[in-house]
């Protein structure tokens, strides 16, 4: 079983607290991995406050208002299917990058070696100013 430890930074140097998350299998692909994560957010989500304590992928404005975070609407629930497809999109815009130890995965279906204490840092990339 691995510890995969789970960090999101920015090219702009923001840094959330990591997390980490218990899977059985030693080998997943980049897809696999971020559904996981994904669908681990949104329980928490679903469960919890309507602040998300960490999210790779954000509710969308629409999905905020009917949940209720933008006015008195009661809140709803977010869609996983939907988060996972919103985050392969921007990992396959260039939205992010993902690096598992010191490796760089290029592709959603490359598969990820998971040891113990597998450390995979999100890096969201931050267009340049006029670029």
Not at 13 to 27: K, N, S, V
Not at 93 to 116: H, K, P, T
Request: hydrophobic fraction near 35%.
């Amino acid at each position: 079983m691995a510890t995969v430890t789970f960090v999101d930074e920015s090219t702009a140097g923001t840094r959330t607290p990591a997390w980490a998350l218990q899977i059985f299998e030693e080998r997943l692909t980049l897809r696999e991995l971020i559904r996981r994560r994904i669908h681990q957010e949104v329980v928490e989500h679903n469960a919890a406050s309507p602040e998300p304590r960490r999210s790779l992928v954000q509710p969308t404005s629409t999905e905020r208002a009917l949940n209720g975070e933008q006015g008195e609407r009661p809140r709803r629930r977010v869609d996983p299917q939907r988060q996972v497809a919103l985050a392969e999109k921007a990992f396959g815009s260039n939205g992010f990058v993902v690096l598992v130890g010191d490796r760089q995965i290029e592709e959603l279906d490359d598969e990820v070696d998971l040891r113990r204490d597998t450390a995979v840092t999100f890096l969201k990339l931050v267009p340049l100013v006029g670029g």
